[in-house]
């Protein structure tokens, strides 16, 4: 077993405090874009040593004050082991279960308004044929439709968790959206841009006028496109730390 001064020093290495200061980047930027939701909500990412650690912002504080010296490290049992501010529930069960079961690196889960907006909807999720920001989550995206309450244990993360099988987003019945990547600025890029996909479609549908989707197979060439050059998320991200 790890010790708790291993932890810490872990905690306070150059490599883990790079993720730490990248992590409190994009929890201020989701409050500058207006994706936060009062003390709410949680990004985290897991620790690249193959612990089972990582990363996640703390309970009580507002995305728009949190620095790198406020977030916390916990293990995929939800157990604290170093930083100063207490977690919460909802954060461990929901997180830990998919770092652990989905294998995801980066993990950002919001109440953001026009994607939770779609929650709510029949369809549940965005429409990845209409805009092109939303072409370049085509094929990427995962429902699950069954809310069940707050996520106060084991099973509801589990479940979630499941739920994405290979997914990088998944949109949650009533509930919200998580988003996940490999690295936390691309991960960011996909969740501003979501929330901008989604707030085209919730727009265009309030027109009343038919919508206008494209043929899957030019979403299809989007998506791929998007993926195969991420230059422009990463640069975002650094404009990002530049001014936020």
Known sequence: MTSSNSHDE???????????????????AAALHGLAEGVCNHFSVELPDGSSRFLLNPRGLLWSEIHADDIVLIDVEGNKLAGRHEVEPTAMFIH??????????????THMPYATALTLTTNRALDTTLSQNAMRFHGRVAVDPHYNGLALDTSEGERIAHAMQAADVVFLG??????????MDWAYDDLYYLERACAAQVLAQSSGRPLAPVARAIAERVAQQTLGERLQSELFFEALRRTV
């Open 10 to 28: 872990d905690f306070h290495s150059a490599a883990v405090g790079k993720l730490r200061a990248d992590l409190a980047l994009a929890l201020r």
């Open 96 to 109: 830990a279960a998919i770092h652990r079961i989905a294998g995801k690196a980066c993990v950002l889960h």
């Open 174 to 183: 009533n509930h919200g959206v998580v988003v996940c990547g490999a690295r």
